[in-house]
C-alpha cells in the first residue's frame, strides 16, 4: 500500500534541494544581467528554506503518527503542505518572473501571507496535540 503523504514529502524534498541549487547556480549567475535582482534571489532563498524547514516538520508528523494517533497531526501536515505550495510556490514565481518574462504574475503578491498562515496554524495544531493527555511514547 502506498504512503501518498511520504511521497508527498519526498517529492518536496527533493525539490528544496534542486531549486535551492537552481537559486545558488543558475539565479546567481543572473544577477550581473539584472535578469534577478539581489533582493529576488534572497526571496527565492527565503522560499527554499522554508519548505525544508516545512519538509521536515512533515517527516515528522509523518513518524509521530506511528506513536500518537490524533486528527491534528494529519490536519498539521495537509496545513505544511499547503504553506509549501502557497508560500514557497508563490515566492518561486515572484522572485524569477522576470526572468521567464511573466510580469503579470505579480498578482500572486497576496498568496504568499496566505502560505504563512497555513504555516502559522500548522505549527498551532503541533502545539494543540500536546495539550491532550496521553501516555509517554519515548
Known sequence: MRD???IFTGVL???AVALGALGAHFLKSKLPTGLITPEQLTGFDTAVKYQMYHVLAMLALILLSKHIT???IIWAY???FTGIVLFSGSLYILCTRHL???EKLSVLGPITPLGGLFF?????LIGCIGVRKQEQVF
Open 120 to 124: 502559522i496554524a500548522g505549527w498551532v
Open 78 to 80: 495537509w496545513c505544511f
Open 4 to 6: 501518498i503523504k511520504l
Open 100 to 102: 521567464f518574462g511573466v
Open 70 to 72: 490524533h486528527k491534528f
Open 13 to 15: 524534498g527533493a525539490k
